[in-house]
């Protein structure tokens, strides 16, 4: 995927995870396998302490303190849940993301306000032009609470379409569903 996929993790807990994540240098040298630390504004408007990391196969991530106010919440469809709504999951441990809070994908220049049209209109969500922590146009999509999706404007070659998927929440499917047919757009 050209693009990062942003996990939030507990307050406090991106030093432990940056010790991992040198100890594991070593064992994934000759690798895709990187990490560096930063301090960036997100294309949500709020700067954070991140981590941004490539996984060996070459995915990217950005690994960044949960948002401010939601000490101790995950993050679902509609609103916050608490940890006790979600008792016994092994992701209880600090050493997990509580969640994702945005997928980032790199699209050609003047592509993001097209984006942002597409979703407001046949899935009726919020978009937002803004400006990502680089300078780039991105439409910024809310898909869940504090859940997003990132279009962000690039001059960089895109590689072409792997398969990469994601699923995402849908109110009024059936809507959305007839929206997009009488549009022709094929759904699967």
């Not at 959305?176 to 047919?181: A, E, G, P, S």
């Amino acid at each position: 995927m050209s693009g990062q996929i942003c996990l939030d993790y507990p307050r406090g807990t991106l030093h432990a995870l940056e010790q991992r994540l040198q100890a594991a240098e070593g064992l994934l040298r000759g690798t895709k396998f990187m990490w560096k630390r930063e301090t960036k504004r997100m294309a949500d408007g709020l700067k954070s302490v991140v981590l941004e990391v490539r996984c060996p196969w070459g995915n990217n991530y950005v690994l960044a303190q949960q948002i401010p106010g939601m000490e101790g919440q995950w993050y679902g469809p509609f609103r916050e849940l608490s940890s006790s709504v979600v008792k016994g999951h092994p992701s209880l441990s600090p050493e997990f993301p509580l969640g994702i809070r945005a997928v980032r994908f790199d699209v050609k220049p003047g592509a993001a306000v097209l984006i942002a049209a597409f979703y407001e209109t046949y899935f009726k969500c919020v978009a937002d032009m803004c400006e990502d922590e680089n300078g780039r146009e991105c439409c910024s999509i809310q898909m869940g609470c504090h859940q997003r999706l990132e279009f962000c404007e690039t001059s960089k070659e895109i590689p072409p379409y792997d398969g990469h998927h994601i699923a995402v929440y849908v109110t009024e499917f059936d809507e959305c569903y007839t929206r997009l047919k009488a549009a022709g757009i094929n759904c699967h």
